[in-house]
């Protein structure tokens, strides 16, 4: 990206990103391990273009360029969890708090799933604000490209 801006909402993104992830950490890594239907089993295609424009703000690495077919659920999921490192996961991914997860983040904390509903609530902001901006400065091709990517990342 040309401006200094959306890297600065995608900075900002990235931070409160890292702070979900750190809050959810142990939990995910409690309840997901032994969950006899997981979410990821479920769904598919999960990026959106706010996804992708964070990827591209800040580089990350690791977004994959293609879906892998003929699989059930998720072209991400392998038997050893997501293949995606966590920043580089759809936002939805992150946003996800299935009951069993809730339950177990109130047993240890009870102020705990509202303030990462509220860190959510910052972060779609600023993914709108991130896309916003994107679109402002790129020509209509970026945005075009980004959309072609999102057909082949899921
Ligand atoms: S988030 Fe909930 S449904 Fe998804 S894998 Fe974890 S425990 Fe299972
Ligand atoms: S991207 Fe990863 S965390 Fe998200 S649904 Fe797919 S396997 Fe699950």
Known sequence: MSSTKPVTVAREIDRLLCEVIALQKD??????????TPCCTRVDRLF???DLVFARALDLNGVPSRRR???KGCSHLSPTGCLL??????FTCHRYLC?????????KDDALVSMLESKFRILEELRGQ???EFMQIHEKDAFLDIRRRRRETN
């Not at 490192?85 to 759809?90: G, K, N, Q, V, Y």
């Open 27 to 36: 939990h995910v890594e409690k309840v997901c391990r032994t969950c006899e």
């Open 48 to 50: 959106d273009e706010k």
């Open 69 to 71: 077919k003929g699989k």
């Open 85 to 90: 490192e966590p920043r580089t996961r759809p």
């Open 99 to 107: 009951p069993e997860l809730k339950e177990d983040m109130a047993r």
């Open 130 to 132: 991130l896309l916003g």
